[in-house]
């Protein structure tokens, strides 16, 4: 980019000077020719080894070639019978021309800024902790090992500013990581054993040990690294259109050129019946050179000149695709993944949105929500049901420990723990008998339960002690807190019907349905029942079908994913299928970036529009007045070098956030 600017300011001084030496001086036209090819050549000998090279590929007809035609085209008019030199003309264009591409130059260098920031996150090395057999009985030394090579399962170590390499799971250490890489957030998130690491995220403080679950192909960074590599192959709509445009439309251009020169000199001639129909025609065949003797060659020639630097397609090859590539790169920089140009196309014009619940709308994990004691109060009811459900795997047994985290260092004694099968668990605490699970068991130990009184909604865990009722426990998967946030966002933008599909009971979708303001939910669906519910929505056979987007982290939605228009996958937790499924993948789990997606989308697609057809009308207004004869070298520069410049600028609006 130095080089580019250095030659442009040197350019501009040495044609100041010629014109200078053409207006005060009488050179004859060929030593002014001489003196403008100083600077022609210094600025233009880039774009004219572009062409040549070309030519000789078989690729005549580019942005190149169209300028070195026109400019030199330019410099020869001059020495035409009857014609003006516009020396000044031809060299301005092409300095004009290495304008525009230095402008082209640096939009794109911000572009792939905005990309490649995601290719800092590739991790350089593993430090990887040896067994004491591999180490030769020295259970402390650590080897520095490229990530790929690292074998799942391996201890390695994670120091403060370091990225982390792999997957895995802490096995020591506390710290703070800063994710703002891969989700776009600022604030460092807390980690501490157990709990789960992504690789890319950078390492703040403490030391950290973490046991990796995933090989380096199959990790966080790898794929996202994977995606953004990949999103440039995937081309919209816009884009396909105007690469297939240009390819027919440039040597239509050069042909269409020629005649310009061509056909109108001769047919004014004929008019004017200075020679015969039957010489005039046979003359150029037989003497070509003799046409530029021919009245009005000159002016044609020129008009023919405009027409060719007016008509290159710069501003729509160089624009549209730099729109699309700002837009996802501006997306990136927000945790949104977006796969391709295609994808953008598409989610712009999403009107019906799609979501799976549970991981989703919600955070796909139960919490106690509320305790009601019958015979004891909330802190002993609470700390019985954790005590019992100290040894159980499930879900529910998590949510009752994590309300009383005490649980494992009060010191009570369990004993006679039996899991009763579709019933809950029993065992002794402390001597006393405690049952804890639904009304069957309930029912099994004697004790006289009752229904909630309190009309929370969720699942109720009772607990009876020594036969008698306690109370019961209310636990629920808890929304997320920016879902309602996101449906309202989404209800603004447009999104004319926002749907939930969920495997959870009528009376829980039900509730969360009316909780985030859904205009329809459908429950207690299979996953190939979801597919098929979803499929009802599209309307492929209609003149302007819905856009689906499906919006879901699990492994049973990706066939859904999939199936929909636009497939949205939460990245932070969702499961490797569906991120490989879907074509949107939020790096952060916020499902209210949905709307800031398809916002992104809209802007980016509305601005690859308008430099669109900013171009085409530039360039038709002064092909007209070319036509007319009331057009200038001046105007054509501006409609192609001008036009390509300010729709460069526009375009990079789209990495705006």
């Known amino acids: 980019m130095k080089r580019q600017l250095w030659l442009i300011a040197v350019t501009a001084v040495l044609l100041v000077a010629a014109v200078a030496i053409e207006h005060f001086t009488t050179l004859a036209t060929w030593q002014l020719l001489l003196v403008y090819l100083v600077p022609y050549l210094l600025i233009g000998h880039d774009t004219l080894k572009e062409a040549l090279e070309g030519l000789a590929h078989g690729h005549a007809f580019n942005e190149h070639f169209l300028m070195s035609v026109a400019t030199i085209g330019a410099l020869a008019i001059g020495f035409l019978p009857g014609s003006e030199t516009e020396f000044p003309e031809a060299v301005f264009v092409m300095l004009f021309f290495q304008v525009g591409e230095l402008f082209e130059g640096y939009a794109e260098g911000k572009s792939r800024e905005s990309i490649s920031h995601l290719m800092n996150i590739r991790p350089d090395v593993a430090h990887v ?36 390499p792999l997957d895995g799971i802490v096995v020591s250490g506390v710290s703070s990581l800063n994710t703002m890489a891969l989700t776009g957030e600022s604030v460092p998130r807390e980690v501490t054993e157990h709990d789960e690491v992504i690789s890319g995220c950078i390492n703040m403080s403490g030391v950290l040990r973490v046991r990796t679950t995933k090989s380096y192909g199959e990790s966080t960074v790898s794929k996202i690294i994977k995606l953004v590599e990949d999103a440039g192959e995937h081309k919209s709509q816009s884009e396909a259109f105007i690469t297939k445009f240009a390819r027919v439309y440039t040597p239509a251009v050069v042909f269409l050129a020629i005649a310009i020169a061509i056909v109108p000199p001769i047919v004014m001639a004929l008019y004017n019946s200075q020679l015969s129909i039957i010489h005039y025609p046979l003359s150029i065949i037989h003497h070509p050179l003799s046409i530029i003797h021919y009245p009005l060659f000159s002016t044609w020639l020129y008009r023919a000149l405009m027409f060719l630097v007016v008509s290159c397609p710069c501003a729509l090859v160089i624009s549209v695709p730099l729109t699309f590539f700002g837009g996802i790169g501006g997306a990136s920089r927000r945790g949104i993944l977006i796969k391709g140009a295609n994808y953008m196309d598409v989610l712009a014009k999403v009107d019906t949105v799609v979501f799976d619940k549970t991981g989703t709308l919600t955070h796909g994990r139960f919490v106690v929500e509320a305790v009601h004691p019958d015979a004891c109060n909330e802190h002993e009811l609470l700390h019985l049901a954790a005590h019992v459900e100290h040894f159980t795997t499930h879900p529910i047994g998590a949510a009752l420990r994590d309300a009383f985290p005490d649980e494992a260092t009060d010191g009570c004694s369990v ?7 579709g019933k809950g668990i029993r065992a002794t605490i402390g001597g006393r008998s405690v049952a804890v699970g639904n009304t069957k068991m309930m029912d099994l130990v004697g004790a006289r339960w009752h229904h909630c009184d309190h009309g929370d909604e969720g699942t109720v865990i009772h607990v009876a002690i020594d036969g008698a009722y306690a109370g019961h426990i209310v636990i629920n998967d808890q929304v997320k807190a920016d879902s309602a946030e996101a449906i309202a966002r989404l209800k603004a933008l447009g999104v004319k019907k926002t749907v939930m599909l969920t495997g959870d009971r009528e009376d829980v979708a039900q509730r969360v349905a009316s909780q985030l303001g859904l205009d329809e939910y459908h429950a207690e669906l299979l996953p190939a029942d979801k597919v098929e519910k979803l499929s009802s929505y599209l309307t492929p056979l209609t003149p302007h079908p819905s856009k689906i987007a499906f919006v879901g982290d699990g492994i049973n939605d990706a066939p859904v994913l999939a199936r929909a228009d636009v497939g949205i996958a939460m990245g932070a937790l969702g499961s490797d299928a569906a991120i490989e499924a879907a074509d949107v993948v939020l790096m952060d789990d916020q499902v209210s970036k949905i709307a800031v997606a398809i916002a992104m989308a809209r802007r980016t697609l509305a601005i690859a529009h308008q430099n669109v057809w900013f171009a085409i009308g530039v360039k038709v207004a002064v092909l007209v007045l070319a036509a007319l004869g009331l057009g200038t070298m001046w105007m054509a520069v501006f409609a192609d070098v001008g036009v390509t410049v300010l729709a460069v600028l526009n375009a990079m609006r789209a990495l705006r956030r």
């Open 129 to 164: 902790r040896l067994t004491p057999a591999s180490s030769g009985g020295r259970d402390s030394e650590v080897v520095d090992m490229s990530p790929e090579k690292v074998e799942t399962g391996s201890v390695i170590e994670v120091r403060p500013g370091e990225k982390v």
């Open 415 to 421: 004993a006679d723990v039996e899991e009763v099968a």
